[in-house]
């Protein structure tokens, strides 16, 4: 059975801290273990802090080196928002960069975001400075850019291809992470790339029934 609930509906467990996105009136929370005689007495973890709501619906939040990156979806604008992962002090004013800010991918000071802009007809890659919220590349994409994953140098983004508000086809580019070069662009007749994952220098991907290996 339950043993106990906690606020928020995009949860990500990092060093022993669970961080949920989402709460209706706090934003993103983050749970610390209980300690001691608090333990034995109350179930589940502890409020350690909350940073506040922002503007949209968020996806599932990225922890990593001390920072708690979040992207959201709204049709006036979502934003990608960064606070620190210890007391949930902001880094910098959440930044507006398309209307569907994915799940950032976080290694380092760098952040790898991929959005969608115009009705999610296009789209924007960027990478960010996590230490100040400025984007250090940018490749506007005439489709949807949807997830974004990280291997060694390079940057692998799988996206979504429309017509008319439907979705035609899927698109996989890869960049060079440092500066943002295109190395390749791969495309699919079929809709509904999803799975994505980087694998020694492997790049595989899930479109329609089917994994591919692309390179």
Sequence with gaps: GRRWRVDGTMPALVDNRLYAAGAPLDGTVAYAERTGC?????????????????????HAPAVADGRLVVGTYAEGGGVVAAVDAISGDPLWEPRPLGVDVATPAVVGTHGYVATGTDDRRAGLVAALDLRTGESEWRDETEWHALTP???????????????????????????????????????????????????????????????????
């Design 38 to 58: 608090d333990r034995s007495l109350r179930p589940g973890p502890r409020r350690a802090w909350s940073a506040g709501p922002v503007s949209g619906f968020v």
């Design 149 to 215: 994953a990280v291997g060694g140098d390079t940057l692998v983004v799988a996206g979504e291809a429309r017509e008319g508000g439907e979705v035609v086809g899927g698109v996989v580019r890869a960049y060079d992470r440092a500066g943002g070069e295109r190395l390749w662009t791969h495309r699919f007749e079929t809709p509904g790339v999803g799975g994505l994952a980087l694998v020694g220098g492997r790049v595989l991907v899930a479109a329609g029934s089917s994994v591919y290996e692309l390179r």
